[in-house]
């Protein structure tokens, strides 16, 4: 029996539309976002996160910015990313921001940190990606550092050294809610484990279940590096709706041309009607009735030793009316039923995962 499991929702900002299929601009999707926040406190879910990205149809560029104004407008829902770049990002000016989110929002913030699968962020701020491996590792060990102990002292390759510096607004003790974001590499799985940090599974495509030996090898390495047992999440795609039938319909619309067009990008599979059907049935694709979604989660979770699912909810020009009819069902339905089926005390549907432990900021279950 699971002692906790959260149930939060992601988004990148992408661009909605209104009843008439106007598309909003960027401001208003900025907006719609607060709001959508606020929605999702309403309706008792868990967690809202925003991600990081810098491409046309997408208003995630700060996040920072935009929880510390959800935050204002909410009480009680966590706030987080999903994912910010590190790479691109400095550790310093990431330590400041997420710890004035957390003062802003009274202890509410965390934070997915990845190495970015879109790769935009490094022209954008002067990077070279041939250095992605080492700027990720270097600027990781320094936020985790600037979480654990100050004043620090810090020096490598990837920017200027740091002599007995102490940052302000700190951080509450410990740090916050630090989560590894991985797309598929073992290599990250093994740093996470290394740091002790929660594990998130991005699963976008084919069957959830294959990611089963990366669970496996991320608790081996746990131990082996002597760290106690951490979280894992998965985040995926999906919308809900009142029938199978309608849910699908309007995530195919939209979901088909934005994956075509990675498709030609990046190489992807070709999003054709049969494969669209594959995801929904069997792959990461999480759309359907409250009912078919909660028993896809439930048994995901099983599958994986889950103890957090984000719904990616937001696909470019979405109706904001289906936005919004996803993040109620999500809540009011679908929350409630999948800790039914995972046999959940009543106590603890909304007890966190991310209790700061003493070992490296990481968070236990």
Known sequence: ??????????????????????????????????????????????VFSVGEHYRKGHNDSASPVLLAAIATGTERIGLGTSVTVLSTNDPVRLYHEFSTVDAVSNGRARIILGRASATESFPLFGYDLANYEQLFEEKLELFMRLQKEQPVSWEGAVRTPLINQTLHP????????????????????????????????AIIGGRPQRFAGHVELYMRALKE?????????????????????????????????????LAEERGFYAPTRDRFEMEVEEGALFV??????????????????????????????????????????????????????????????????????????????
């Open 288 to 365: 359907g009735s409250p009912e078919t979604v909660a028993q896809k989660i439930a048994a995901t979770a099983r599958d994986l030793k889950l103890s957090r699912f984000d719904l990616k909810y937001d696909i470019m020009h979405l109706p904001r009316e289906a936005r919004a009819r996803t993040i109620e069902l999500f809540g009011r339905e679908v929350a409630p039923r999948v800790r039914e089926l995972l046999g959940m005390r009543l106590g603890d549907a909304h007890r966190t995962t991310d209790q700061p432990s003493d070992k490296n900021g990481a968070q236990e279950t």
């Open 170 to 201: 700190q951080m509450r003790p410990g740090g916050i809610p630090t989560w590894i974001g991985v797309g598929g590499s073992p290599n990250s799985v093994i740093r996470a484990a290394r740091y002790g940090l929660p594990l998130m599974l």
């Open 1 to 46: 029996m699971l002692d906790s499991f959260e149930l939060g929702l992601n988004s990148f900002g992408e661009t909605a539309t209104d009843s008439t299929g106007r598309v909003l601009t960027d401001h208003e999707t900025v907006r719609l976002l607060v709001e959508e926040a606020q929605l999702a406190e309403s309706v008792g879910l868990d």
């Open 225 to 261: 590096f002597g760290n106690p047992v951490q979280p894992v999440g998965e985040h995926s795609l999906g919308l809900i709706a009142d029938t199978d039938e309608e849910a699908r319909a309007s995530w195919w619309r939209y979901w088909q041309p934005v994956v075509k067009e």
